[in-house]
């Protein structure tokens, strides 16, 4: 059995990555993750525009200017005004060269031709070139995930096509005989962290406590996934062969970790793609998706992973093993933390739970009142 400080101290799952990219086209880029620096290769706004409707004009002094021209949005004539002169500009319009300020249609009376200024104008309403986006400025970094807010930077600067990681293929294998009886609940589970993690889910199907049915399962997963999840069938029961398959077809990192529920999880290798055996227990499937999948699978993706802790008090007693590090969920009501425990293999145990409490290996106790990190799912 291995420790969970020994799983990180030891760098056993951090050290694998996915680092394959492609080209993806801007309208299917949303959730990705660039594969490069972007750089601007233009000032934004590339002309000066009008930031209002409004007259554009030389110099406020005067207050009296004679209309010459009137430039719509799209109009991208070279025009130019002087002093005594104004040109009505529309918002977002190009501003004729000479201007130093637009005067909101608010600020003026019209009569014929006739401008008059009336009241203060404080702001240019003038968007200078550059002034959103300078050219060879680095917009957005490598590593970024692309979201509704940046993709218009991207949009903004023309670019079609993008350089992003691509999304790491995840094959997903239940496995018992019980499957026609009972459903199959930790594949939907497991699809559904997958897509928390930003990696795409493959369902590949549900293999029977069967040697030969879970190695052809595996190597379906083989040619179309990059990294492979099964559930059930890894512990000591006699129908539990996945050890030996995983030995047989690639190796073993670990087997049985030093937690509960979650104990009998197992980690390894084959042809160089990592394979994670989870335990069948619907809640200890689910833990281990929490503890070990999602930050894995999060680095796989590119996209950034951190625990959001918050803290409360513990509601009652939870004792644990010496030796095992426990994960209990709780519900989270008015800063108390309410357990939610009913049994490794019921749902509801954790299905209405807001987070998890860890108890570390070297405890026995979280005593009632105990103030208590609770690792928030979000
Ligand atoms: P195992 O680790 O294969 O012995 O599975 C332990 C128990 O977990 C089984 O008896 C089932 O009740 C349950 N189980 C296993 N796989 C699944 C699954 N895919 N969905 C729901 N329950 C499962
Ligand atoms: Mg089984």
Redesign the pocket.
Known sequence: MISLGDIYGKNILNKYSFNKVNYVDIYDSYGKVLAEDITSTMDIPFFSKSDKDGYAVVDLNLKHYTLIDEVLAGDMRDLKIEKGECIHVATGAKVPEGANYVIPIEYVEKSNNEIRLIGDIEETNIIKIGDDIKKNDKVLKKGTVITERNIGIIASLGIEKIKVYETPKVGII???N??NS??????KTIFSIVKKSNCQPIFIG?AK?DIDDLKSKINKALEHCDVIIT?????A?K??YLPRVVSSMGKIIFHKVKMRPGM?MLFGEINEKPIFCM????VS?LTCCYVFLLPFLRKMAHVPYSKKIVRARLSEDIPSEYGMTYFRPVKLKDGMAYPTFKGS?LITSIAYADGLIEIKEDETLKNKNDVVDVWVFE
């Open positions: 239940s496995t018992g019980e499957l009972i459903k199959d609940v930790n594949s549900s406590d559930s059930g069938g890894v512990s029961g129908k539990d009998p335990p069948g227990n619907v499937c293999n």
